[in-house]
T-cell receptor
């Protein structure tokens, strides 16, 4: 079974631009979670989607948004990029409710904002 | 609030040395506990987990025991290899609004 895939793997943007990242979960998994990883803050939870509905949300500004499609693929969008948004963005999938099950992570998208 | 605290790195060991990475958690109840590993340039991979008190998770020579008395889940390996060089994250299940709560990670470097 293929693992979680994320595209693109690397991205360079400038301040003020917007970006869309994509995540394809493991086949059959219905839950997708997004995390931001930075050297200073570690792993921080962004949001989680299940069956096209956002179920949980972390403490990030409204510039960060996401959605999930009927095939469980998910996208996250960051608008009006700031330098501090430079990070590794990780997507994780699980069959059902992630708090009760193992999450499987993708390789991440590394975003650099200049 | 509920949290996970793990020892700060970096940890540098010689090959075949004994490894311990401490992890403690705060929680109400008995959440599932996890260790994830992140190799350079990659995402996180589940290393091992324990779902109830006194359970021992093990994989690839790594072990961790769920200790409810000390609210700890320390990671150990008897003989590390250069290929074990990575960042290790302790995590706990969360009954609140996030799927997992992670520690800040501990970077391990093993030198030959």
């Amino acid at each position: 079974k293929a693992g979680v895939t994320q595209t693109p793997r690397y991205l360079i943007k400038t301040r003020g631009q917007q970006v869309t990242l994509s995540c394809s979960p493991i086949s059959g998994h219905r839950s997708v979670s997004w995390y931001q990883q930075t050297p200073g803050q570690g792993l921080q939870f962004l949001f989680e989607y299940f069956s096209e509905t956002q179920r949980n949300k972390g403490n990030f500004p409204g510039r960060f948004s996401g959605r999930q499609f009927s095939n469980s693929r998910s996208e996250m969008n960051v608008s009006t990029l700031e330098l501090g948004d430079s990070a590794l963005y990780l997507c994780a999938s699980s069959p059902n409710e992630p708090s009760q099950e193992t999450q499987y992570f993708g390789p991440g998208t590394r975003l650099l904002v200049l | 609030g509920d949290s996970v605290t793990q020892m700060e790195g970096p940890v540098t060991l010689s090959e075949e040395a004994f490894l311990t990475i401490n992890c403690t958690y705060t929680a109400t109840g008995y959440p599932s506990l996890f260790w994830y590993v992140q190799y350079p340039g990659e995402g996180l991979q589940l290393l091992l987990k324990a779902t109830k008190a006194d359970d021992k998770g093990s994989n690839k020579g790594f072990e961790a025991t769920y200790r409810k008395e000390t609210t700890s889940f320390h990671l150990e390996k008897g003989s590390v290899q250069v290929s074990d060089s990575a960042v290790y994250f302790c995590a706990r299940e969360n009954s609140g609004n996030t799927p997992l709560v992670f520690g800040k990670g501990t970077r391990l470097s093993v030198i030959a």
